[in-house]
């Protein structure tokens, strides 16, 4: 089939639409809290609202992908986070909030479904590897942005910088005292710009691999017979909950313990860990080419347990520096995971990939345990919870045992001569 150059492009900008949209809370967390008066647990159900969708609706738009087709699910997605972002900028109450948030998560759900497999046919198989390792790099630069984007608009809005460029407009579309309101401004248009665009586009056909189908429901009841589906799954979950423990409540944290304004310091720090995240990602390549990725997970994911437990006992110095560090070897946890994982079944690799996407779900329910933790005890002890998430996930690189390992090289034979 020949590759299609422009969608290539169009679905980077696809990545760096969902991350843009989808890594924001943290920077927010802080300014949410104060505008509707939050306890630790209502703000828990922020983060709670936008990943359960993920866990409710990732094998159900799995299945509508192949009676639909990828442009039908990718519009309807746009229309989700269009919908659910203007919704809560024209009427923003806490309640239309946890609707709005939910809305969005459904439809960045659906595009997580539909990206990947579109990537392959458009970019063509023997580009997919590296326009993958592209798109997860854009994923992560719009992770690093979205943050920015948050504090230059509330700076300036607060500040009253009306000559500033759409300060002035956005200026008369917050309500007093919630400037934050802005970025769903600024996400509405995004995504009726981009769902615009994909209407335009013409799409190739996209024919399924086996591991691209969401499969039978036989074939899913069969998988969680087996214990280590049910293992890697909690693994996802225990991820996805140590990402979103870390970067959802960094900003509250170096607030409250450290008086960091959330609206600067506070949002690079989160931008900061998304940016390393993405360094990582591509140190984590190259280390999964010289070693086991079972021992590349276990450095990993020691060296985060290191810089969390020094950024939530340290002092304010190392704290915005620590808790940031710890994105950078998260990095390889997630894909490392469900690698280990996939490799560890024989058949119905499609379906696990739908039940590992679930997983996401965890994402949701920490975020919940460290909110009721610390309205009964404090924000540091409820993030303490992130060491019982992470020590999960260091479980895996003992006990994993994948059918098939990666396959490396050793330093020697690049050196040596041919």
Not at 74 to 94: D, E, N, Q, Y
Not at 284 to 304: E, H, I, N, P
Not at 363 to 382: F, H, T
Not at 397 to 416: C, D, E, G, H
Request: proline letters at 3%; aromatic letters at 14%.
């Amino acid at each position: 089939m020949k590759k299609n150059y422009f969608l290539v492009v169009l679905i980077m900008f696809v990545f760096f639409v969902i991350s843009f949209l989808t890594n924001i809370l943290g920077a927010l967390n802080q300014k949410v809290s104060d505008s509707f008066t939050l306890t630790e647990t209502m703000a828990g159900l922020l983060p709670f609202a936008f990943f359960i969708a993920y866990g409710v609706m990732s094998i159900p738009f799995g299945f509508l992908v192949e009676k639909f087709g990828e442009k039908r699910i990718m519009i309807l997605a746009f229309v989700f986070a269009f919908t659910g972002s203007l919704v809560f900028a024209i009427f923003p109450v806490f309640n239309v909030f946890i609707v709005s948030l939910f809305t969005i998560g459904a439809g960045m759900a659906a595009l997580q479904v539909v990206i990947n497999p579109l990537l392959r046919v458009s970019g063509g198989e023997d580009n997919y590897a590296f326009n993958s390792v592209m798109g997860q790099l854009v994923f992560g630069l719009a992770s690093f942005i979205s943050p920015q984007m948050y504090s230059y608009f509330v700076v300036n809005i607060d500040k009253g910088n009306t000559s500033k460029p759409l300060i002035g407009l956005m200026s008369g579309l917050v309500p007093a005292n919630m400037s934050w309101i802005s970025v769903y401004w600024v996400f509405a248009v995004l995504a009726i710009l981009t769902g615009v665009i994909i209407f335009l586009v013409k799409f190739p056909a996209v024919e399924l691999q086996e591991d691209e189908k969401v499969g039978s429901k036989d074939s899913i009841l069969e998988l969680i017979k087996n214990k280590y589906v049910i293992l890697y799954f909690i693994g996802i979950f225990m991820y996805v909950g140590s990402e979103q423990g870390i970067s959802y409540w960094m900003s509250k944290f170096l607030n409250i313990y450290h008086g960091v304004n959330p609206d600067l310091a506070g949002a690079d720090a989160v931008s900061y860990f998304w940016g390393l995240m993405t360094v990582g990602g591509i140190l984590g390549l190259v280390l999964m080419k010289l070693y086991d990725s079972k021992q590349v997970l276990r450095w990993f994911t020691v060296m985060a347990i290191i810089c969390v437990a020094a950024g939530l006992f340290g002092g304010a110095e190392i704290a915005l520096w620590a808790l940031p560090i710890s994105g950078f070897f998260l990095s390889v946890m997630y894909p490392t995971v469900v690698s280990l994982g996939l490799n560890s079944v024989s058949k119905h690799h499609g379906s696990f990939a739908g039940i590992l996407m679930t997983g996401i779900a965890g994402g949701a329910i920490v975020q919940i345990l460290i909110g009721a933790i610390s309205d009964m005890i404090s924000l540091k002890v409820g993030m303490m919870l992130i060491f019982v998430t992470l020590g999960y996930i260091l479980s895996i690189s003992f006990w994993a045992k994948p059918l098939v390992n990666n396959k490396t090289v050793s330093l020697k034979s690049l050196f040596s001569k041919n």
